[in-house]
T-cell receptor, first 115, second 111 residues
Framework: AQSVTQPDIHITVSEGASLELRCNYS??????LFWYVQSPGQGLQLLLK??????LVQGIKGFEAEFKRSQSSFNLRKPSVHWSDAAEYFC?????????????FGKGTKLSVIP | DADVTQTPRNRITKTGKRIMLECSQT?????MYWYRQDPGLGLQLIYY???????NKGEISDGYSVSRQAQAKFSLSLESAIPNQTALYFC??????????FGPGTRLLVL
């Protein structure tokens, strides 16, 4: 079974600073990988996903993530954070080709942005 | 209009009451899911359905039941609500088991 670890429960960054949110997964092969964002009082919105191919994936709102097989990681980055990026971010892993397809979510990283 | 809708958005109920949370989608997806979210625990899968004739338990199905009334509708029931079922509940849909699209959530409080 797959698992996901988001080591940072809460991160605070200044507006305009760069951001990196960490995600490590456990899975026997190359998984499907996702980042979702949840703004306060809202549902989950897909930021980006990786299935195969180029290991650097571009998403919405200026986010990108890099799949590193050797490190079992899929870290999310943004070069310059905006106050509207304050939210909770979830990394998720899926098992491609599995008959009972499910997503396993990390516990989330809450991002606070200070002026 | 939103692709995945959930009703109600907020619900307060008492211990022992039966309640139903509803989910509808206009995306035409075959697969639908119910999750619960608790602070600090991420999302946990309750039930999922690959089509109207296929219902599967997730990791935390005890105390819950579901009904897939049509391709577009997937309901979650709490037969006898208890306080530790207080949580935020999300419905999601997907096509071919890949990217899941989430509804806005239902906030449930069991007193």
């Amino acid at each position: 079974a797959q698992s996901v670890t988001q080591p940072d429960i809460h991160i605070t960054v200044s507006e305009g600073a760069s951001l990196e949110l960490r995600c490590n997964y456990s899975y026997g092969a190359t998984p499907y990988l996702f980042w979702y964002v949840q703004s306060p009082g809202q549902g989950l919105q897909l930021l980006l996903k990786y299935f195969s191919g180029d290991t650097l994936v571009q998403g919405i709102k200026g986010f990108e993530a890099e799949f590193k097989r050797s490190q079992s990681s899929f870290n999310l980055r943004k070069p310059s954070v905006h106050w509207s990026d304050a939210a909770e971010y979830f990394c998720a892993v899926g098992a491609p080709g599995a008959g009972s397809y499910q997503l396993t979510f990390g516990k989330g990283t809450k991002l606070s942005v200070i002026p | 209009d939103a692709d995945v809708t959930q009703t109600p958005r907020n619900r307060i109920t008492k211990t022992g009451k039966r309640i139903m949370l509803e989910c509808s989608q206009t995306k035409g997806h075959d697969r639908m899911y119910w999750y619960r979210q608790d602070p600090g625990l991420g999302l946990q899968l309750i039930y999922y359905s690959f089509d109207v004739k296929d219902i599967n338990k997730g990791e935390i199905s005890d105390g819950y039941s579901v009904s897939r009334q049509a391709q577009a509708k997937f309901s979650l029931s709490l037969e006898s609500a208890i306080p530790n079922q207080t949580a935020l509940y999300f419905c999601a849909t997907s096509e071919s088991g890949e990217t899941q699209y989430f509804g806005p959530g239902t906030r449930l409080l069991v007193l």
